[in-house]
């Protein structure tokens, strides 16, 4: 994440904060949880305007309201706004059909992808949303994306979990794309897509 004072890159220190590694300037965000405070969700949020910027979003007013209903939900715990930032926008980007990268918005805020997955995993009941596509996600996906792909994406599913690379495997076998097209759609790597190509393959 880049230091909000002079755009340097920054670093988590030992209690979590992040401090610029020109300036020095320590950027405090961490939200204790004891019970309550839930005014305190309609903040700002401007950790979330960050994150959008970075990636080139204009959702953030949207992917907010899911932050303030994360918020509520968590009842207890200690996470930054940081990484409830990066899971809210997930879950907002999912529930649109939207092709979200993890790791990438963790890298982007400074957080632990571990760290991230385990706000993510306290919010699945309410937002039934988490890393693996169900076969009713993947049908919602390929329909707003106009891939034809739902055959080979059924009986993938019936031997393993689809996965944002699987499901990038299913596009490339039953499209015209090419590896380095399908890598750049799922924001995954060629040599990621010719694996789960591969292993796909010999499955089905």
């Known amino acids: 994440m880049a230091c909000l004072m002079c755009g340097s890159l920054t670093k988590r220190t030992s209690i979590g904060n992040l401090i610029c590694s ?4 320590i950027q405090v965000s961490r939200i204790p949880l004891l019970g309550g405070g839930i005014g305190s969700a309609d903040r700002k949020l401007v950790e979330m305007n960050l994150l959008c910027a ?6 953030a007013e949207e992917a907010k309201k899911i932050m303030r209903s994360a918020y509520v ?23 649109n059909n939207r092709v979200a990268n993890f790791k990438e918005m963790c890298d ?7 760290r991230a997955k385990r706000v993510l995993a306290r919010t699945e009941d309410y937002f039934n949303i988490d890393l693996k596509y169900s076969i009713e996600e993947a049908r919602a996906f390929c329909e707003l994306n106009d891939y034809d792909v739902m055959d080979i994406v059924e009986r993938v ?9 699987i499901l990038a495997a299913c596009v490339y076998i039953g499209s015209d794309l090419s590896y380095r097209q399908v890598a750049k759609l799922f924001y995954t790597s060629d040599k990621s897509v010719r694996r789960y190509t591969k292993k796909i393959e010999e499955l089905i």
């Open 54 to 59: 970075e990636l080139g979003l204009t959702e």
């Open 108 to 114: 982007i805020m400074g957080v632990q992808i571990g």
């Open 157 to 165: 599913n019936e031997v393993m979990q689809i996965t944002r690379p």
């Open 22 to 25: 020109k300036c020095g300037l």
């Open 73 to 95: 939900q968590i009842s207890r715990g200690n996470y930054t706004n940081e990484e409830l930032a990066v899971v809210s926008l997930y879950i907002y980007l999912r529930m």
